[in-house]
């Protein structure tokens, strides 16, 4: 390909995020009511574009079975067949249709991200707000237990808890969703304890509310717009460990579909110049960026910079 | 002072300032004309949002983030501010208009030393080395009365007061003797005691430089002290203009007329009761954070239907004295009684029946009210909670009450605090404490943060309230002018004691104490000379 070429394919796919990005804005804005619609105004371009993706995977992610051409297991032909009109994206190492593999792979990374992230922001936000509300010795205790964790590697600690309990997704959620609380835990006390120490907070408390009612209805949605920002971040950083787990062979288990083990069962394909392994990389790749672009934009509403 | 002083120096002409709302652009400043001549000072009065700020900015050719000049012309010294390129703008502020804001504290460096931030004006426009600009920066402390001229320098900001750092920062400004100084509430922050002095130095060194200056505020009495002439504004445009005692004497038209009689609203004051048991009674109380006592031996009763103000400059323990009330701070030594029965010291063994009669009404609203509820839960939920109203009783019981802090309900039952303005704010903190329906409540400088005809309206709300449903007040505050139109009784607290307590004619009357003295003369008078007098009498003295 040559650089001419390069730059036409760069040049066609800027155009066409912008136009798809566009686009989704100017019918968002139209088909829904009036205060959604004037947030949604706001959003650039980009954020735009990366929400169309998150939907197209979600919808792909649900409607799995009835997209692809094939089951996710069987296997349907030779071995890495090449790309052509039954098998569009050709085979993978035993067999298997790359496309539909890639279709069910959205339901199962996607999915376990997902789940993940919010069992780790449920456990991290709950402890967290709970020490910067309350403070004294439950807050060290939670604090410093949240040291403790941090001070070991991430993807170290989580391969060594799985080789303890056992690789499963089940422990593999648990495991990651642990791990990655005690980030949340330390965003969600940071942003509390400015909020802790409002007139408001200092009312509630002198009317005699208790804590669940401190906690749930005056801190909480003062904090939300960081947290959602973080979640959107986090999505991308669990994904990753996923993909990463799955590569590394500790992850999800095959003949289960997942797009980190996807790279690594073809990568023997990328040394005769074939870029069906990277297809599965790239979706990681796209997922990954259009997320942060969306957080980006709702970062930047939460601060509430102008311009 | 000056030979020149009929030379023009800064010109407007029908300036026109855009600000941003949403997608559009909204006029905020809407054909201001201007004329200032050379050593002479000008007074930019007006409540908040009227523009002040925005076209004291503008003689700088500057105008802040989503905001643009639209139309007019300024003209400073023969050159036309919005044709000047901004490095010829940036040659100019600092070197020959500089900038005084509100809040020192805000705008010092806290990582600096203030000789060096002095020291980077005049370097930066090469109008001195960095050794002359110490020399001058030692000199300009002295002319502006601070403390240890020679050593001030070397401190950083959070070593400083905040009198003595807003003049440090009045020195800075002077530091390339400049032709024109905008100075932005430079006092608004300060205690009275501490304003006078600011006062004095900032009129002192503008005659001795002969500069020119614009000066921002909404305090009427200051800018009588202050200004050569005074420029009243409203929503952007101008009401009038005229030479200070022409001003103050006869204002033509009727806001200036409004603003000028803002101070009138005073209430009877009610007869001490001595022999009925107080509602609130603090008792020998000593109290404080960590090893200091902040409180020493406080005592004082508030009787039904009394107002009590508490009275002292920051720092003098006010706002402990309510914590301590409250039961935020459990005291060291003493007690509070609370219609004769000592109250919990902390507030979580207190019973709800006890928090429900201590109410307390905050200073900044802003904070006061959670950002993120509508006005039907902010105001509902005492009710809810301490009466167990629900349903039909409570949508009643919430609209009876906005009714009563004169909001009309359907309009403002579903809106957010973001939507209210700051007056309508504070009247929704006052909702809030009436919905408990207390029979104490405590106001902790409620109209500070206020302007004069705004705080005016929530001075008379709570009169009106008080009457209504016989509330006893604690009224903390360090503006007289508050205390002569709303209290009966009067506490003064100075350094944690209280140095002098009486029913309020007695408080106005001679003989003082000491403090009380001086805190009393400290009040700006709308007399242009008061300042002048004022410095002539206490140098006599002392």
Redesign the interface.
Same mark, same amino acid.
């Given at each position: 390909m040559g650089f001419l070429t390069g730059l036409a394919w760069l040049v066609a796919i800027v155009i066409g995020v912008i136009a798809i990005g566009w686009t989704f804005r100017a019918f968002t804005v139209a088909i829904s009511p009036k205060p959604l619609a004037?947030e949604l105004r706001t959003a650039p371009l980009t954020a735009s574009f990366g929400m169309v993706i998150i939907l197209i995977y979600i919808i792909v992610a649900i409607f799995a079975p009835a997209i692809a051409p094939f089951s996710e297991t069987e296997i349907v032909g030779r071995e890495y067949e090449p790309w052509d009109d039954t098998f569009l994206l050709g085979t993978d190492n035993l067999g298997r249709d790359m496309l539909s593999r890639l279709i069910y792979a959205a339901r199962n990374t996607v999915g376990i991200a997902f789940i993940t992230t919010a069992l780790a922001f449920i456990l991290g936000s709950v402890a967290g707000l709970l020490a910067a509300t309350v403070g004294g010795w439950i807050d060290q205790l939670l604090s410093r237990a949240v040291d403790v964790l941090m001070a070991i590697p991430a993807l170290i600690f989580a391969l060594l808890l799985l080789t303890i309990v056992g690789t499963s997704i089940i422990n593999m959620i648990l495991v990651i969703a642990l791990i990655d609380s005690t980030r949340v835990f330390r965003l969600a006390r940071a942003v509390a304890m400015n909020i802790v120490v409002?007139?408001?907070v #200092? &009312? &509630? $408390?002198?009317?005699?509310?208790g804590l669940w009612r401190l906690i749930s209805?005056?801190i909480l949605?003062?904090a939300l717009a960081p947290l959602v920002a973080e979640f959107g971040l986090r999505f991308c950083f669990v994904f990753l460990t996923i993909s990463a787990l799955s590569f590394l062979g500790l992850g999800i288990q095959p003949p289960t579909a997942d797009w980190g083990s996807m790279v690594r069962d073809n990568a023997t394909l990328m040394t005769f110049g074939d870029i069906t392994p990277l297809l599965p990389a790239g979706a990681i790749a796209l997922l990954t960026v259009c997320v942060n672009w969306v957080v980006d934009w709702q970062l930047h509403r939460a601060s509430g910079l $102008? #311009? | 002072m000056s030979t020149d002083s009929k030379e023009v120096l800064l010109t407007m002409k029908d300036l026109r300032i855009e600000g941003r709302a949403d997608e559009a652009w909204l006029e905020i400043v809407k054909g201001v004309d201007l004329t200032l001549h050379r050593g002479e000072v000008l007074g930019l009065i007006g409540e908040s949002g009227a523009g002040k700020s925005t076209i004291g900015l503008a003689a700088m050719g500057f105008a802040r983030d989503g905001c643009r000049i639209s139309g007019g012309e300024i003209m400073f010294d023969g050159i036309d501010m919005r044709a000047s390129s901004e490095s010829e703008l940036r040659s100019l502020r600092g070197r020959r208009i500089a900038y005084v804001a509100q809040s020192a504290a805000a705008s010092f460096n806290p990582a600096h030393k203030l000789i060096d931030q002095y020291s980077e004006a005049p370097v930066q426009h090469g109008v001195m080395a960095r050794s002359e600009a110490e020399g001058d920066a030692t000199d300009l402390y002295r002319r502006m009365q601070l403390p240890n001229p020679d050593e001030i320098g070397f401190r950083y900001p959070h070593q400083v007061s905040g009198g003595q750092l807003q003049r440090a920062m009045t020195a800075m400004a002077m530091a390339c003797r400049p032709d024109l100084i905008i100075f932005d509430e430079p006092t608004t922050a300060l205690d009275v005691t501490t304003q006078i002095e600011v006062l004095a130095a900032i009129r002192n060194i503008v005659e001795q430089f002969n500069t020119a200056a614009i000066y921002i505020t909404h305090d009427l009495a200051v800018v009588a002290q202050m200004a050569d002439k005074i420029k009243v504004l409203l929503k952007g445009e101008e009401v009038e203009e005229a030479d200070t005692p022409t001003m103050l004497s006869a204002p033509k038209e009727d806001y200036t007329k409004s603003l000028w009689a803002v101070r009138s609203h005073m209430r009877e004051e009610q007869p001490p009761l001595r022999d009925s048991t107080p509602i609130v009674a603090v008792r020998n109380v000593t109290a404080g954070y960590g090893p200091i006592d902040v409180l020493k031996d406080v005592s004082f009763d508030i009787h039904q239907r009394r107002t009590v103000a508490v009275v002292g400059e920051s720092g003098s323990g006010k706002s402990t004295t309510a914590r301590v009330i409250t039961g935020l701070l459990p005291p060291r030594r003493g007690e509070v009684l609370f219609n004769g029965e000592a109250l919990p010291a902390d507030y979580r063994k207190r019973s709800r029946e006890q928090l429900r009669h201590a109410q307390m009404i905050y200073q900044m609203a802003d904070t006061a009210l959670n950002p993120k509820l509508r006005l039907r839960e902010l105001i509902g939920r005492p009710a809810q909670m301490y009466l167990g109203l629900q349903g039909k009783q409570l949508e009643d019981r919430i609209r009876n009450l906005l009714d009563l802090i004169e909001l009309e309900p359907d309009d403002y039952i579903d809106r957010l605090p973001s939507e209210l303005s700051g007056g309508q704010k504070q009247r929704i903190g006052i909702a809030r404490a009436l919905a408990a329906e207390p029979q104490f409540i405590i106001c902790d400088e409620v109209t500070s943060a206020l302007d004069q005809l705004v705080a005016e309206g929530i001075l008379k709300l709570l009169d009106k309230l008080q009457t209504e449903f016989d509330l006893a007040y604690m009224f903390i505050t360090h503006d007289l002018a508050t205390v002569r139109a709303i209290a009966d009784e009067v506490v003064v607290m100075k350094e944690g004691i209280v140095v002098e307590q009486g029913p309020k004619s007695e408080m106005f009357q001679p003989p003082h104490d000491p403090y009380t003295e001086l805190l009393l003369s400290s009040v700006p008078e709308m007399d242009p000379n008061w300042l002048t007098e004022l410095l002539e009498k206490r140098a006599a003295a002392g």
């Amino acid at each position: 390909m040559g650089f001419l070429t390069g730059l036409a394919w760069l040049v066609a796919i800027v155009i066409g995020v912008i136009a798809i990005g566009w686009t989704f804005r100017a019918f968002t804005v139209a088909i829904s009511p009036k205060p959604l619609a004037k947030e949604l105004r706001t959003a650039p371009l980009t954020a735009s574009f990366g929400m169309v993706i998150i939907l197209i995977y979600i919808i792909v992610a649900i409607f799995a079975p009835a997209i692809a051409p094939f089951s996710e297991t069987e296997i349907v032909g030779r071995e890495y067949e090449p790309w052509d009109d039954t098998f569009l994206l050709g085979t993978d190492n035993l067999g298997r249709d790359m496309l539909s593999r890639l279709i069910y792979a959205a339901r199962n990374t996607v999915g376990i991200a997902f789940i993940t992230t919010a069992l780790a922001f449920i456990l991290g936000s709950v402890a967290g707000l709970l020490a910067a509300t309350v403070g004294g010795w439950i807050d060290q205790l939670l604090s410093r237990a949240v040291d403790v964790l941090m001070a070991i590697p991430a993807l170290i600690f989580a391969l060594l808890l799985l080789t303890i309990v056992g690789t499963s997704i089940i422990n593999m959620i648990l495991v990651i969703a642990l791990i990655d609380s005690t980030r949340v835990f330390r965003l969600a006390r940071a942003v509390a304890m400015n909020i802790v120490v409002m007139d408001y907070v #200092e &009312a &509630a $408390k002198l009317r005699g509310e208790g804590l669940w009612r401190l906690i749930s209805r005056e801190i909480l949605p003062n904090a939300l717009a960081p947290l959602v920002a973080e979640f959107g971040l986090r999505f991308c950083f669990v994904f990753l460990t996923i993909s990463a787990l799955s590569f590394l062979g500790l992850g999800i288990q095959p003949p289960t579909a997942d797009w980190g083990s996807m790279v690594r069962d073809n990568a023997t394909l990328m040394t005769f110049g074939d870029i069906t392994p990277l297809l599965p990389a790239g979706a990681i790749a796209l997922l990954t960026v259009c997320v942060n672009w969306v957080v980006d934009w709702q970062l930047h509403r939460a601060s509430g910079l $102008k #311009e | 002072m000056s030979t020149d002083s009929k030379e023009v120096l800064l010109t407007m002409k029908d300036l026109r300032i855009e600000g941003r709302a949403d997608e559009a652009w909204l006029e905020i400043v809407k054909g201001v004309d201007l004329t200032l001549h050379r050593g002479e000072v000008l007074g930019l009065i007006g409540e908040s949002g009227a523009g002040k700020s925005t076209i004291g900015l503008a003689a700088m050719g500057f105008a802040r983030d989503g905001c643009r000049i639209s139309g007019g012309e300024i003209m400073f010294d023969g050159i036309d501010m919005r044709a000047s390129s901004e490095s010829e703008l940036r040659s100019l502020r600092g070197r020959r208009i500089a900038y005084v804001a509100q809040s020192a504290a805000a705008s010092f460096n806290p990582a600096h030393k203030l000789i060096d931030q002095y020291s980077e004006a005049p370097v930066q426009h090469g109008v001195m080395a960095r050794s002359e600009a110490e020399g001058d920066a030692t000199d300009l402390y002295r002319r502006m009365q601070l403390p240890n001229p020679d050593e001030i320098g070397f401190r950083y900001p959070h070593q400083v007061s905040g009198g003595q750092l807003q003049r440090a920062m009045t020195a800075m400004a002077m530091a390339c003797r400049p032709d024109l100084i905008i100075f932005d509430e430079p006092t608004t922050a300060l205690d009275v005691t501490t304003q006078i002095e600011v006062l004095a130095a900032i009129r002192n060194i503008v005659e001795q430089f002969n500069t020119a200056a614009i000066y921002i505020t909404h305090d009427l009495a200051v800018v009588a002290q202050m200004a050569d002439k005074i420029k009243v504004l409203l929503k952007g445009e101008e009401v009038e203009e005229a030479d200070t005692p022409t001003m103050l004497s006869a204002p033509k038209e009727d806001y200036t007329k409004s603003l000028w009689a803002v101070r009138s609203h005073m209430r009877e004051e009610q007869p001490p009761l001595r022999d009925s048991t107080p509602i609130v009674a603090v008792r020998n109380v000593t109290a404080g954070y960590g090893p200091i006592d902040v409180l020493k031996d406080v005592s004082f009763d508030i009787h039904q239907r009394r107002t009590v103000a508490v009275v002292g400059e920051s720092g003098s323990g006010k706002s402990t004295t309510a914590r301590v009330i409250t039961g935020l701070l459990p005291p060291r030594r003493g007690e509070v009684l609370f219609n004769g029965e000592a109250l919990p010291a902390d507030y979580r063994k207190r019973s709800r029946e006890q928090l429900r009669h201590a109410q307390m009404i905050y200073q900044m609203a802003d904070t006061a009210l959670n950002p993120k509820l509508r006005l039907r839960e902010l105001i509902g939920r005492p009710a809810q909670m301490y009466l167990g109203l629900q349903g039909k009783q409570l949508e009643d019981r919430i609209r009876n009450l906005l009714d009563l802090i004169e909001l009309e309900p359907d309009d403002y039952i579903d809106r957010l605090p973001s939507e209210l303005s700051g007056g309508q704010k504070q009247r929704i903190g006052i909702a809030r404490a009436l919905a408990a329906e207390p029979q104490f409540i405590i106001c902790d400088e409620v109209t500070s943060a206020l302007d004069q005809l705004v705080a005016e309206g929530i001075l008379k709300l709570l009169d009106k309230l008080q009457t209504e449903f016989d509330l006893a007040y604690m009224f903390i505050t360090h503006d007289l002018a508050t205390v002569r139109a709303i209290a009966d009784e009067v506490v003064v607290m100075k350094e944690g004691i209280v140095v002098e307590q009486g029913p309020k004619s007695e408080m106005f009357q001679p003989p003082h104490d000491p403090y009380t003295e001086l805190l009393l003369s400290s009040v700006p008078e709308m007399d242009p000379n008061w300042l002048t007098e004022l410095l002539e009498k206490r140098a006599a003295a002392g």
